[in-house]
């Protein structure tokens, strides 16, 4: 290594170091925020009214589709620094359950800076549109509409409702097959890609086909219930939340340790999990879309 590494440019030599590890991540890869919105977005589920006021916040240039910007709430992370703990919620280590108030704060403690207190805003931010009204501040709702839509999928992110002291797995090292990645990351990209690769030839498109068959089909007797929420309610994410903090216990982290191995027998008994969880944030969105949009 020493030999080869002394004969490269620094420059070159950073380069190759930085696409070695694995970049923190902040929610389902690209692929996963595409199915949520892509799912949302099928023909029928969404009303003639939430579909129209989706098509008229979208900026132009994003047409009708609004999967195209699924992940631009990642993209701005940087830009805005005050979002990225609205990506999460970090629940008590090895307890297995999730509160609102006990859990949904940031690292400072401020309360309601995590995923379920963002979607509860944003949403009441959507509620706005159309009533205009002198009494409350303008929101840019092309932003509420393309924040709610990524957290609503990173919601159902099982890790993202995970173990304080390890980051939802984010300080976890295993080995993706040969891979060396974080725990974290096999949930939000590497189970989905290697899906990809083994079973959908003609990649994500054929991946969103097949779930979007069985929403219609195996699980149609299901989805009524995916889409519940309280009478009074427009959005549920503590139910989503602690959906997530069950399987993480019961799926993620079950049989990791440090320096874990995964590869055929973790892939094909969690596959059907991350299934189930992008279809049920595909449902959902597109429900909460409908509730907000009346
Ligand atoms: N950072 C801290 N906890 C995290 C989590 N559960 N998911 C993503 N990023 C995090
Ligand atoms: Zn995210
Ligand atoms: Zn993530």
New binding site residues.
Partial sequence: MMAATATLPPLLLLVLLLAAVPA???GWGVDGHLMVCQIAQARGRLSGAAAAAVKDLLPSYAGNNLSSLCSWADDVKFRYPWSSPL????TPDGLCSYTYDRDCKDEDGVKGRCVAGAINNYTSQLLTYGRPSSSVPEYNLTQALLFLSHFVGDIHQP????FTSD??G?TIDVHWYTRKTVL?HVWDASIIQTAEDDFYGDGVADFIDTLTKNITGVWSEQVPSWEECGKNQTACPDIYASESITAACDWAYKGVDEDSTLQDAYFSSRLPVVNLRLAQGGVRLAATLNRIFG
């Fill in positions: 923190p991540s902040h990506h999460y919620i970090d890790l993202h409702v995970g980051r939802g984010n974290h």
